[in-house]
């Protein structure tokens, strides 16, 4: 069970937008920062999304992240073939004192 | 360009010690960063482990912190990982991470991820 609440699938064909939500509490998303990871099949995560909202360099910006209260989106515009893959958010938890992640998203391009 | 390199035994036994290395290429292991430990069970999500600071520093994992130890070699550059008395669930790919203090102490998130290297507990 993870401390922080994905949909465990998502899916959306060429072109669409899709958006993948995460759910935590005060002790983390609640009181700081957010961040997604990617995870192509058979590869290490990629971060794709720091302190929220931003994007490191070379990530498209296609992608964006949003946070509100104790929930956080990860929208993905323009969806792409390349774009199938496994999500995670992740954030500081004060009461664990320790990251936490999300148990993951996989997103389908049909 | 920072890169990060696991090594280690790919086979431990059950109740044995798994130990496992992070070499950091590309830049000094005494700069302002967390040096982090994550696996990832089969089929499963990302767990984190723990973590480190050059200074010695550390945080981990309340449900491993019993078993666990993170260590850092300035001299060698390089962090490591011990996990004592594992079981089969302790088979998973563990991944060596960086973690870079922005200003403000703002975290940048795992920024930098080794290849991986899987680890079985089997007799």
């Known amino acids: 069970q993870s401390v922080l609440t994905q949909p465990p699938s998502a899916s959306g064909t060429p072109g669409q937008r899709v958006t993948i939500s995460c759910s935590g509490s005060?002790?983390?998303?609640?009181?700081?920062?957010v961040y997604w990871y990617q995870q192509l099949p058979v590869t290490a995560p990629k971060l794709l999304i720091y302190?929220?909202?931003q994007r490191p360099s070379g990530v498209p910006d296609r992608f964006s992240g949003s946070k509100s209260g104790t929930s956080a989106s990860l929208a993905i515009s323009g969806l792409r073939s390349e774009d199938e893959a496994s999500y995670y958010c992740?954030?500081?938890?004060?009461?664990?004192?320790?990251?936490?992640f999300g148990g993951g998203t996989k997103l389908t391009v049909l | 360009q920072v890169q990060l390199q696991e090594s280690g035994p790919g086979l431990v036994k059950p109740w044995g010690t798994l130990s496992l290395t992070c070499a950091v290429s590309?830049?000094?292991?005494?700069?302002?960063?967390?040096w982090s430990w994550v696996r990832q069970s089969p089929g499963k999500g990302l767990e984190w482990i723990g973590e480190?600071?050059?200074?010695?520093?550390?945080n981990y994992n309340p449900s491993l912190k019993s078993r666990v130890t993170i260590s850092v070699d300035k001299s060698k550059n390089q962090f490591s990982l011990k996990l004592t008395s594992v079981t089969a669930a302790d088979t998973a790919i563990y991944y060596c991470?960086?973690?870079?203090?922005?200003?403000?102490?703002?975290?940048?998130?795992?920024?930098?991820w080794g290849q991986g290297t899987t680890v079985t507990v089997s007799s």
């Open positions: 590309g830049g000094p292991i005494s700069s302002n960063h967390w």
């Open positions: 991470v960086r973690i870079v203090v922005l200003p403000a102490e703002v975290l940048s998130g795992m920024d930098v």
């Open positions: 992740a954030a500081w938890d004060d009461s664990l004192s320790g990251w936490v």
């Open positions: 480190i600071y050059h200074s010695g520093s550390t």
């Open positions: 005060s002790s983390n998303i609640g009181s700081n920062y």
């Open positions: 302190t929220n909202d």
